[in-house]
């Protein structure tokens, strides 16, 4: 919404940025954060993917406490888009390049964004789907870091700390670029 006018260049930069970070932010996570935000505890065999999407088929949906593997692929979409988004839109900020290469880059940077928000609809329709197969709520899951699990599985403490720490970086960081 922000991309189309000269008039909301700084707002545009400012969340690209910011976006940028928190991208960066989200692949450290991935290697160090809690047990199920890590990559390494859901990366599924495209043979679990196909079983998967026939247990959704046969209306017996296999539940995990962690991702299931068509999230899988929702994520790893989402932030490989999000890093070309992000590489492309500095490239342009920065000006890198011919005006080949700006041309290049200003389209994959367009396209990749369309494409993102197709993802990010399809995610949040699976968040949804999901939540009513298995009778839970997904999205206060994802926001409190709880889910109800099977017995003697403690699924994550609170960070709730490090919200607050990234809300006020967020923060400081949009009042300081456009100001």
Do not use: C
Not at 14 to 37: H, M, N, Q, S
Not at 47 to 65: A, D, G, I, M
Not at 70 to 97: K, P, R, V
Not at 107 to 120: G, I, P, Q
């Amino acid at each position: 919404m922000t991309a189309e006018s000269e008039r909301y260049r700084d707002i545009h930069l400012a969340l690209g940025y910011l976006f940028a970070g928190l991208l960066v932010f989200r692949l450290i996570w991935g290697l160090i954060g809690t047990r199920y935000a890590r990559f390494s505890s859901f990366s599924f065999t495209p043979r679990t993917v196909l079983s998967y999407l026939q247990s959704l088929l046969k209306h017996q949906v296999q539940h995990f406490l962690g991702h299931n593997p068509i999230g899988t692929i929702a994520i790893f979409l989402l932030l490989g888009l999000g890093l070309m988004i992000s590489f492309t839109g500095i490239a342009l900020d920065w000006e890198f390049g011919s005006v080949d290469w700006e041309d290049l880059f200003a389209e994959t940077h367009e396209w990749s964004a369309n494409f993102m928000l197709l993802v990010v609809f399809m995610h949040i329709g699976g968040v949804i789907l999901s939540s009513w197969l298995h009778h839970e709520n997904l999205a206060r899951a994802m926001l409190t870091g709880y889910k109800q699990g099977e017995a003697g599985h403690a699924i994550q403490k609170s960070f709730f700390w490090l919200a607050i720490l990234m809300l006020a970086a967020i923060l400081g960081f949009l009042v300081s670029y456009l100001s």
